[in-house]
């Protein structure tokens, strides 16, 4: 039965990325919604939710194409352009960007009106100004990011971590699951999530520090990621490689352990969102867990068993691709 509905669902969503176009456009972004609808179906997983996990597939994908163009696609300046598009929100803006960034900032636009329309007839609130908002911060970040590899600047550890916590998605990805789940919306609530609280900055955190213990990059392109590792190096010059990632080992069980007194303590928000939180977390080791093929066999298994034995048209290549 609930193999059923995630079936019927991956199929929705494979229909609407292909129906979308962008890959085709830009060659160089991955072509992964499979393995992307595994995060909506690992955050949210009640049979009830089918919609919302829909719904919250569409901007997870485009982190990660938006991801892609700053890591691997755009120059400097075409970054910059694209981040104050963003952060403008202006569609005037948009004549100022190639053609393949006009593509993605209209399914950018076209889907944070889709999803605030929605939630707006659901749930009477537009959260058109905190989706735009979450998304300008994801991009700033990833900008900082950009301009620290271009002008080969490694910036000490803190700073990375402060700047890749928000650079992993988690806020965009928790700011559109707090309004597709419409529990709790208040002004209080609103301003609360906008803000990065630690439920999220928690999450955030352990996401981004396992991503940088990852000896490979899922995407298999050429592009550029600094990693707190490389920067903790860089700021303490007589230590190792492996006492560095130690060290990284021991700052996400300090996360994880501030991620529970977060969600164990009294707050404001819905116990489907707090569990979301405690699901991302629960779901990155499966996420970024290579092996020496630079492959997730973990992942590969657990999308076999609960997705692919009656799915008749894909297979599991698109998850290492």
């Known amino acids: 039965m609930v193999k059923s509905v995630h ?13 979308l176009g962008l890959t085709e456009e830009l060659k160089f972004a991955r072509d992964q919604a499979l393995k992307w609808y595994m995060w909506p179906m690992a955050i949210i997983p009640y049979p009830r939710l ?35 598009a963003v952060n403008r929100w202006d569609l005037s803006a948009f004549k100022e ?40 911060s994801l991009c700033n ?15 000490k550890a803190e700073e990375y971590l402060k700047n890749g916590a928000v650079s992993s998605g988690v806020h965009v990805v928790l700011v559109h699951l707090f309004f597709l789940l419409g529990h709790g919306i208040t002004k209080e609530n609103v301003d609360l999530v906008d803000d990065f609280p630690g439920i999220i ?16 990059k899922d995407e298999n392109q050429d592009g550029h990621d600094g990693s707190y590792v490389e920067c903790y190096l860089k700021e303490h010059r007589g230590s190792s490689v492996e006492n560095a990632r130690q060290i ?10 501030r991620l529970n007194k977060e969600c164990l303590s009294p707050n404001p928000f819905s116990t489907s969102f707090t569990k979301g939180s405690l699901n991302i977390a629960r779901m990155v080791p499966l996420m970024y867990s290579y092996d020496d093929q630079q492959c997730l066999p973990g992942l590969e298994e657990h999308m076999k068993s609960l997705l692919l034995e009656n799915l008749p048209y894909r297979n599991t290549q698109e998850i290492n691709e």
């Open 248 to 257: 990284v080992a021991h700052m996400i069980s300090d996360m994880w352990k």
């Open 7 to 19: 079936q019927k669902e991956m199929l929705q969503i494979s229909k609407w990325w292909k129906d």
């Open 50 to 84: 089918s919609e919302q996990r829909i719904e919250f597939t569409k901007p997870i994908s485009l982190i990660y194409i938006i991801d892609d163009i700053f890591d691997v696609g755009g120059t400097l300046d075409e970054l910059t352009l694209f981040t104050e």
């Open 201 to 216: 900055s928690s999450t955030a955190t352990i996401l981004r520090l396992w991503d940088d213990l990852g000896s490979a």
């Open 141 to 155: 970040a990833f900008l900082v990011e950009a301009k620290w590899f271009a002008s080969g600047h490694v910036p």
């Open 97 to 136: 960007l190639p053609e393949y960034m006009k593509m993605c900032f209209k399914t950018l636009d076209d889907i944070t009106n889709e999803i605030s329309t929605k939630v707006h007839k659901e749930h009477k609130w537009n959260p058109v100004g905190s989706l735009r908002k979450a998304w300008a």
